[in-house]
């Protein structure tokens, strides 16, 4: 069983900055790309960005400049510096992978719990 554990959300006030973490857990054979996604209340689902294995970045337009996704391959974990926050930001933050679980290249997207980042004014 793959889960995806995430940490780091919270209350902050606009401008201000966070770090969210995913770290990946579990039997498998490796990971392929890595992303955050968020949804805000009423809304649907949205990418926020994506990293490969090889640690190329894809960002959504709304927020480039301002986030930075990283990973750690050796720690199966992949992280979202958030700066200049702003009350737009304001979502329940979701992980996810995409695992291997052997050696076929064959990948299945898992998701964490998700993390609730709130940006006050």
């Known amino acids: 069983q793959v889960q995806l554990v995430e940490s780091g959300g919270g209350l902050v006030q606009a401008g201000g900055s966070l770090t969210l973490s995913c770290a990946a857990s579990g039997s498998f054979f490796s990971i392929n ?3 955050w996604y968020r949804q805000a209340p009423g809304k649907q689902r949205e990418l926020v960005a994506t ?6 970045p894809h960002y959504a337009d709304s927020v480039k400049g301002r986030f930075t996704i990283s990973r750690d391959n050796a720690k199966n974990t992949v992280y979202l510096r958030m700066n200049s926050l702003k009350p737009e930001d304001t ?3 979701y992980c996810d992978a995409e695992v291997g679980l052997d050696f076929t290249l ?13 940006v006050s004014s």
Request: glycine fraction near 24%; avoid cysteine.
């Open 33 to 35: 790309g890595m992303g």
């Open 51 to 56: 990293i490969t294995s090889g640690g190329n």
């Open 91 to 93: 979502a329940v933050y």
């Open 106 to 118: 064959k990948y299945t997207s898992y998701w964490g719990q998700g993390t609730q980042v709130t």
